[in-house]
């Protein structure tokens, strides 16, 4: 069995867990179809309900006072128990800031191995392997979990698509799972989460993303390309030309010596493509290329990619994207 | 407060990657290292704690020889002393095998308050943090923006996702993991170089029984499947045909 | 503003072969005559020492040999023995092996190494004998009191690009010393400005530059067996242009693939980094590396001039050691030994004078006998005319050195030479008329297989600087807009082998130079081959510049 941990914010599933869910199947059809169930800690709200109507497998609820605002204590303790009485093969979660913050814990403390930031399967039902960055990047890892299962494994994010779930049309059954924690033994205390202004750009964090390059030629033409963005819903950036010229603030430059970004769209306009440019984006999930000289190394890294004048291509996707 | 700081060397920034002939680790030969970014931080915020409350700061790696490099750097930056496990299997080590080897060397030192970045810039596992304290059997709080001390407890600001932050208060002694950022590196001086020679490095035997709990079969450089579809046609065209292949190949849209 | 002071004895600005081996020496003395110990610091603007470090590299290890006697024990980085050597000329499509290798381009005895990993080596050494190597402090200013160096002043950390104090601004360090030996290499900063103050090169000929670009490459190792080294002159430079390529074959087929141009060609269309890309396209370079990947670039000049451009290196409190100071024998290819046999001899006439209490001009004097008493002369002296000799093309040259072999050097009058950029035409005088397109002459177009782009080859220096802070490349630049696109069609856009130079033309002004700082490989070239010397290179903050590991 494997066996997901969902995560939720006040009830409410994220995009991840989805993924995660994904993820899962397809780790089961490799393993010759285990079945995949899912763990929902702290559960309020329709998130239990959700998931079990999507027909996916088993989905258990812990249920306690203490799992109502997440601390790593007591999801660890309340999970040890779970993952022990439940003996899934793999347990598996999203790679996000909050798995990062217990998950590391609860394998340490069963002394079970943990993969993380996981991108993709491989191996063979025997030895299934997994693929995860490492060295910023440069490099893709095949890692083989070693010793007894459960084996926990994170995915990260975006690497698999929420929307490629099999659901089924038997809703699953739903169990509560009481587990007692001891509020004593939770040390740590948390305040209500808050939002804060940005201090700064955080292209990271963008799902979409425009970038400029020189092939946009002056400061002047600039909103050719801002109106892309705002019809794609994008974050602007920039090839380093640009941020060096002034004409778009430096934290808003792409690649060496700027952030380097992965987001699922990325377009770049009239951007020639140097490697201090290409290691900034290449790990983006789509690439779209406009520039006028059909041999610039962006096409390289692009999936789609369109020879010509982006002052009469971009004007033109921007007129089709309003259509709708 | 006696803090310690774990420390790792990574490859530089600019490093780019070799492969060993086995491809299960890097060329090791030709990379020039430095201090993984996010410990940097974690020590600039030890060094800052240690100026407002007092006390030690620590250094601890679990590394092999070379790290040393990094060690009197953190020295010559201002922490106290450094605590080197040292052990060639070291260099590749899981994150299970690194915090335990830390834990094991750090536990008789009873340290107030551990930190470590949130992450390193080689295996990136973002576990050993965590572990570590599992090890020491104390609290943790991970992706730290901001470190408050008052009456022996933490107020920490933990970075959630999108923008979205919340404070968390924990008993001390406690374990960290430090957020790129938190605070602005000071930068090495001749005086703390020259300070840095007098300071101890306590090397300290690898403890026995760890166990790896993964192992590396394969490392590649990132392999890019996909295949450059190029759109053509007049502008028109080839804008409303790329719209469509967002929508329906890529659905980005 | 609170700057701190650092007193020693002697200060040694710049880690390479020939600053480490100075402080090393001093060390030596130390041990062998007793007495209170002379207090030593190693200045070094890298990250870790090496790290800016390049050349081909083969070591005649004469010097080593007498500073590291158990240098093998001692686990000295000798990459291959060299096992032969090899000499062609090249035409376009051909190449034509020298029957006879020239008695100066004989290698039996030297060692293929990386001089990366020479350095750091010798850097261990040196921390081992407890001497301060700092590395990651530049020397900005030269500290003078007077008519005597009194030490030197580090660059202030923590700038911004306009200029202003970041929150972690840390002011540069007056580090005083009784003698200062300047080890700053092939055009360095200070010794430039010592040069300036102390009119060092009075009565001396002019100092004369090349530019070397180097890649490392990974082929098969069958193509040229280990300890192979191979030089070549002839196309794809001109006759009047100095310059030639090589080829130096490491174990577990590493190639190291470079090529060096005189800076003094008269073409203002001449780009180096394309001579070098033409090079590789030889089909004999090309039959070598066809099918391997390119793992590290970079580019350093060198100093050319020989015996007759080496300045006064000794001055009240100061002395001048290794590439500063234009030792190297172009002749041989030569300097990684002049470096550390200099730098020697530095150190005992520092040790001497602090010894003795007269660090003036006349107690470091010693330095200048010591050096014509010594190999350094002998190995200079007789080649002193065969560098100004290519100045009449490379037939003439040629001959010369020919000529020069049989004579042992014995010459009516020494041949003179002109500082390099001043020898440039500008472009209707070289051309006739203005050309159409100010393309490099004979440009081709990077393949991104044998061939790269400028912009490319930064990456694989592995260059990275602070970005924001003030421009480390001072620049008047009013000659751009004015009058160097008519006269010289920017060369600068071309000499620079890492596109820090950029012309940008703007629809509503004219065409402006921006200078993309951070590409900068430290290589000096620009600062050398202005044609109206308006460029001067500074050090930027500590620690950026380029990670040659393995170079």
């Known amino acids: 069995m494997i066996l997901v941990i969902a995560e939720h914010r006040q009830g409410e599933l994220n995009r991840a867990t989805w993924e995660t869910v994904v993820a899962a199947q397809l780790l089961a059809e490799r393993l010759g179809g285990l079945p995949v169930n899912v763990a929902v800690p702290g559960a309020t709200g329709s998130a239990a309900q959700e998931l079990a109507a999507a027909g996916i497998g088993d989905v258990v609820t812990l249920v306690d006072p203490a799992l109502e605002a997440y601390t790593p204590d007591a999801y660890v303790m309340a999970l040890t128990g779970v993952v022990a009485s439940m003996s899934p093969r793999f347990v598996v979660l999203p790679h996000t800031y909050q798995a990062r913050d217990f998950v590391p814990a609860l394998a340490a403390r069963l002394n079970k191995p943990l993969i993380t930031d996981v991108t993709a399967i491989a191996g063979t039902a025997d030895a299934p392997t997994f693929l995860r960055p490492m060295f910023q990047g440069k490099l893709a890892a095949q890692v083989r979990p070693m010793g007894e299962p459960p084996c926990f494994v994170t995915f990260q994010l975006g690497a698999f698509r929420a929307d490629q779930v099999k659901k089924s049309s038997t809703q699953s059954s739903v169990t509560n799972l009481a587990v007692t924690i001891a509020r004593s033994a939770i040390r740590q205390v948390p305040e209500v989460p808050f939002q804060e202004a940005q201090r700064a750009v955080d292209l990271s964090q963008a799902a979409r993303i425009v970038a400029v390059g020189r092939g946009i030629k002056s400061k002047e033409q600039l909103p050719v390309a801002e109106s892309l963005a705002k019809a794609l819903g994008a974050e602007i950036a920039a090839s380093r030309p640009i941020c060096d010229s002034g004409w778009l603030p430096m934290e808003r430059q792409i690649g060496s010596s700027g952030q380097t970004v992965a987001p699922k769209l990325y377009l770049a306009l009239g951007i020639s493509g140097a490697i201090q440019h290409l290691v900034g984006m290449k790990g983006s999930r789509t690439i779209v290329a406009i520039n006028k000289d059909a041999d610039a190394p962006i096409f390289e890294v692009a999936d789609y990619g369109i020879v010509g004048d982006l002052f009469e291509i971009v004007p033109a996707i921007v007129a089709e994207l309003e259509k709708k | 407060m006696k803090i310690a700081v774990c420390i790792k060397q990574v490859p530089t920034r600019e490093w780019q990657p070799r492969l060993r002939d086995d491809k299960t680790w890097i060329r090791e030969q030709d990379v020039s290292y430095e201090m993984n970014e996010p410990d940097a931080y974690a020590l600039e915020e030890a060094l800052r704690l240690r100026e407002k409350h007092g006390g030690e700061v620590v250094v601890c790696s679990a590394a092999p020889a070379r790290v040393q490099q990094i060690l009197r750097e953190a020295l010559a930056r201002g922490a106290d002393r450094a605590l080197h496990v040292e052990d060639d299997a070291l260099a590749a080590a899981d994150a299970c095998v690194t915090a335990g080897a830390l834990a094991a060397a750090m536990a008789e030192e009873k340290f107030d308050l551990v930190l470590t970045g949130l992450q390193s810039d080689d295996q990136g596992h973002a576990q050993t943090g965590v572990i570590l304290a599992e090890r020491l059997g104390i609290p943790h709080s991970t992706i730290i923006m901001e470190v408050q001390v008052e009456d022996g407890r933490l107020r920490v600001k933990r970075e959630l996702e999108g923008g979205w932050f919340q404070w968390i208060a924990m008993p001390l002694p406690a374990l960290l993991t430090i957020q790129s950022g938190i605070n602005q590196l000071r930068y090495a001086t001749l005086k703390g170089i020259m300070a840095a020679k007098k300071k101890e490095i306590r090397t300290v035997p690898l403890a026995a029984g760890l166990q790896r709990t993964q192992q590396i079969v394969a490392l590649a450089m990132p392999s890019r499947a996909k295949q450059t579809q190029m759109i053509g046609g007049a502008a028109s065209e080839a804008a409303k045909e790329l719209v469509r292949r967002l929508r329906e190949e890529a659905r980005v849209l | ?551």
């Open chain 3, 1 to 551: 503003m609170n700057r701190d002071t650092l007193d020693v004895d002697v200060l040694i600005v710049g880690g390479g072969p020939a600053g480490l081996s100075a402080a090393l020496r001093l060390a030596q003395l130390q041990k062998q005559r007793g007495g209170d110990p002379v207090s030593v610091a190693v200045l070094e603007k890298a990250r870790d020492a090496g790290a800016h470090i390049l050349s081909g590299a083969i070591l005649d290890p004469s010097a080593l040999h007498e500073l590291v006697p158990d240098f093998r024990q001692k686990g000295a980085p000798l990459v291959a023995d060299v096992r032969r050597d090899r000499v062609y000329f090249f035409t376009e499509k051909n190449s034509l092996r020298f029957p006879v290798v020239p008695p100066p381009l004989r290698n039996h005895g030297n060692f293929i190494i990386s001089l990366n990993a020479f350095v750091k080596w010798l850097a261990g050494s040196v921390e081992a004998e407890g001497i301060d190597v700092f590395a990651g402090f530049a020397g900005r200013d030269v500290l003078i009191e007077g008519d005597r160096v009194i030490g030197v002043r580090t660059g202030d950390r923590g700038v911004d690009k306009h200029g202003e104090r970041k929150a972690a601004f840390e002011p540069g360090v007056d580090i005083r010393a009784k003698v200062t030996i300047f080890c700053d290499g092939v055009r360095g900063n200070l010794t430039k400005e010592l040069l300036r103050r102390f009119q060092l090169g009075r009565g001396r000929q002019p100092e004369q530059f090349a530019i070397g670009i180097k890649e490392l490459w990974e082929v098969q190792p069958d193509r040229v067996e280990a300890g192979t080294v191979i030089h070549s002159m002839g196309y794809p430079l001109r006759h009047d242009e100095f310059g030639g390529g090589f080829i130096y074959a490491m174990p577990e087929g590493r190639l190291s693939v470079g090529f060096v141009a005189g800076l003094d060609y008269q073409d203002p269309l001449f780009d180096p980094h394309m001579a070098f890309n033409r090079f590789k396209k030889h089909p004999f370079v090309a039959k070598l590396i066809d099918g391997g990947q390119m793992i590290r670039y970079g580019a350093k000049a060198l100093p050319e001039g020989g015996w007759n451009t080496i300045p006064r290196p000794y001055m009240n409190g100061a002395l001048i050691a290794g590439d500063a100071a234009s030792f190297l024998n172009s002749m041989r290819l030569k300097g990684i030994h002049l470096a550390m046999r200099t730098g020697m001899l530095a150190a005992e006439s520092a040790f001497d004078a602090v010894r003795s209490g007269d660090t003036s001009a006349a107690g470091l004097a010693s330095y200048q006998e010591k050096i014509e008493t010594s190999g350094v002369k002998t190995e200079l002296y007789p080649v002193r005319n065969v560098h100004q000799a290519f100045g009449y093309g490379l037939f003439a040259g040629l001959a010369f050195a020919g000529v020069n072999l049989l004579t042992r050097g014995r010459w009516p009058e020494d041949l003179h030479g002109h500082p390099g950029h001043e020898r440039m035409k500008t472009l209707t005088w070289y051309y006739g008329s203005k050309p159409a397109s100010l393309a490099p002459s004979h440009a081709l177009s990077a393949d991104r297989r044998l061939t790269f782009d400028k912009l490319t080859n930064v990456h694989y220096s592995g260059t990275a600087h602070d970005e924001d802070q003030p421009s480390h490349l001072l620049v008047h630049t009013e000659v751009c807009g004015s009058i160097c696109g008519a006269e010289y069609g920017h060369p600068c856009t071309r000499f620079c082998p890492a596109n820090v130079y950029e012309i940008v033309h703007e629809t509503t002004s004219g065409p402006r130079l921006q200078i993309n700082a951070s590409n900068c490989v430290h290589c000096k070239t620009c600062d050398i081959m202005d044609p109206y010397a308006v460029i001067t290179w500074v050090p930027p903050e500590g620690g950026g510049g380029p990670q040659y590991n393995g170079m």
